[in-house]
């Protein structure tokens, strides 16, 4: 899941910069969504990070007490 979306805002990165400097205008809006998408996951991310470490935390008990 999270190497698909990373490969998506490279993808959208890159391809709305070809636009742009292209002389597309309508590139700018791909850079718009980019720049939104990245605002989004920087406040996503604590929580990720959270239920992440959560689950390390839960295997490391299973597997010390098994």
């Known amino acids: ?4 979306s990373a490969v998506a ?8 910069w070809l636009m742009v400097l292209g002389g597309f205008l309508f590139g ?4 718009l969504a ?3 998408w990245v605002i989004g ?3 996503l991310m604590p929580g990720l990070v959270r239920s992440a470490n959560e689950r390390t935390r839960r295997n490391a008990i299973g597997y010390t007490f098994a």
Do not use: P
């Open 41 to 43: 996951d920087a406040f």
């Open 1 to 4: 899941m999270f190497g698909t």
């Open 34 to 36: 980019g720049l939104l």
């Open 28 to 31: 700018i809006l791909g850079l």
């Open 9 to 16: 805002q490279v993808c959208l990165w890159f391809i709305s």
